[in-house]
Each structure stands twice: as C-alpha cells, then as structure tokens.
C-alpha cells in the first residue's frame, strides 16, 4: 500500500511512487520531499518547509543546500530570510540530459582512439525498450552504405528523424511500413501487418548488422529483442529486398492504367537501385531492363 506524505497546510500530497521516480534524478527521500514542498509552496523559508513537510529544521536546511549545489532549488537572498523557489521536473530533466549529453561527446572523445572492431558473431538480448533503441540510433548513426527497416507504424515515427539524417549523409534507405508515410530520403513501401498484436521492429544495417524487436501495443512492454553482427544479416537484407520488389509489384499491378511495361521498368529502377550483389544479379537486370527474348 502506497503511503502518501501529505503538506497539510497547502493540500499537497506525494506519493512513495513520485519519490521514487525523483530518486531517479538523484534526489534522496528527504530531498524529494523537500523540492516537491518547494515546488507547491514557493518563497518559502527553509523554517516553513519544515513545517509544511514535519521534519526537523536543522534537516530540511541541509537537504536544501544540497538542492541548490545540485541546481534544482534557487536561494533568494534579497530579503534578511533567505527563501527558496523551485525549478520544474522538465527544466531539471533538461538540464540532465545536457549533462548526459556533454559528458558522452567527451567520452567518445577520449574513446576515438580505441579500435572499434567489426560486429559481433554471438546473439545479444536487450532488456529493456530504451536499449532497443538506443542500439537502433546507434545503428543509424555508424551506417555507411544502407539500412533495410520493417517496422510498425509508431516505431518509424520515432526513428524518422534519425533515418532523414541518415539519408541526408547518403545511406539509401528502405522502409517497410504498415500504413503509407513520408521519411524524407527513404524509399517507403507499405506493407501488410504481419500478424503480431503490438509492435515490431526489424532492421538491417549495412547487410551486416541486425536488430530484432517485439513490444506491446504503444510500445509500453518489450516481449523480445537480440541484436546480431552473424552470417544471418545478409540473408535477411536479401529476404526483405525480395520482400520489396514482391509489394512493389503488387501496388503496381493493382493500378488500373499500369501495362506490363510501365510494370517492367517500374521494377527494373527498384532492382536497379536495391539489387544484391551476387552472380545472378546480372542476368535478372537484364530481363528486367530489356524484357524476355
């Protein structure tokens, strides 16, 4: 059962769960109860928050100063009693991420030198939907010629920036999608769902490296995720420029003004552009760009 701690004075309660997720942002118990009695209340004094919140004086003035050395309370020294106002759960998020964000630009910094080798052989699982994507980024990111994606309709929106940036630097891009969009750059096919009640994510970088994910509905639960640098990667880039070239096919035949011609040279550009390399490639070129003799 959830205790709530409660300011009487103002009718402002804290749950143990919001404690817990400031906790999170590296405050301690008696300094997440303070800030949220700050944020309620303020200008208060640091003598009132202990009212406000029970706790001793000598207590509250503590947790205090170390709200201010960790920035999220400003003193007020204008007035002879010194007061306290509080800056908001966003404005301090804000502030975190810029620091996260600072801290890994210098870390890769001092790791530039490092050698990074190729992908690796074994077969990794993810624990948890921001690791998922996070390697997803990261994927996106150290792409050089071409990234392969199959993936619902929430999951592109999340990774559309990254995937437009991607392009804009020359990775050609392929996306499989479950309802019609525009990615900047990308070669979108619509593609029918494949039967899974949530949302799933499949990606293949550079015919090397892959990612498999399923989640919940609204992206909420991870089911399952792995991640893989092994013999599977290119197979899987060829399936899903078969996969392509199939539903392209189908789109374009679905036209009521499309001759097998236009059909032809339609799929000829997307061979064209996405073929694999391999000893057959030439051959299937050639029907597709000068027809059957």
């Known amino acids: 059962m959830a205790v709530l ?21 590296g405050l301690s118990g008696l300094e997440a109860e303070v800030y949220v009695a ?12 202990s009212q406000l919140i029970g706790k001793p004086a000598p207590n509250v003035y503590k ?21 306290y106002s509080a800056l ?16 890994a630009e ?11 080798s190729d992908p690796q052989e074994g077969l990794y699982t993810f624990s948890s939907i921001p690791q998922v994507f996070a390697r997803a980024e990261s994927m996106l990111q150290n792409c050089r010629e071409s990234i392969v994606l199959d993936g619902d309709t929430d999951v592109v929106k999340k990774l559309s920036l990254s995937l437009e940036k991607a392009s804009a630097r020359g990775v050609k891009i392929l996306i499989h999608g479950r309802t ?25 970088a550079d015919a090397r490296e892959y990612l498999i994910c399923f989640m919940s509905s ?25 996969k392509a070239l199939f539903y392209k096919t189908a789109m374009l035949m679905s036209e009521s003004d499309m001759s097998l011609e236009k ?25 597709l760009e000068n027809g059957c003799r």
């Open 180 to 204: 019609p969009m525009t990615v900047k750059g990308c070669l979108y096919i619509p593609s029918v769902t494949e039967g899974f009640q949530g949302e799933m994510l499949v990606m293949v």
């Open 263 to 287: 059909l032809r040279m339609e799929v000829a550009e997307l061979w064209k552009e996405w073929g694999y390399h391999s000893s057959d490639r030439g051959a299937l070129a050639e029907v």
């Open 218 to 242: 609204g992206m909420k639960h991870l089911h399952k995720a792995v991640w893989s640098g092994n013999f599977v990667a290119p197979c899987m880039h060829r399936s899903y420029l078969g």
């Open 63 to 83: 947790a205090l100063n170390s709200l201010v050395v960790k920035e999220a309370v400003l003193p007020d020294d204008g007035d002879s009693s010194r007061t």
């Open 106 to 116: 210098k870390i890769d910094k001092e790791l530039s030198a490092v050698k990074k």
């Open 38 to 49: 700050v944020l309620s209340n303020p200008d208060c004094t640091g003598y009132r928050i």
């Open 5 to 25: 701690l409660t300011f009487h004075k103002q009718g402002v309660c804290m749950s143990t769960s919001v404690e817990t997720l400031l906790s999170g942002m």
């Open 88 to 103: 908001s759960v966003t404005e301090l998020a804000g502030m975190e991420k810029a620091r996260i964000s600072a801290l």
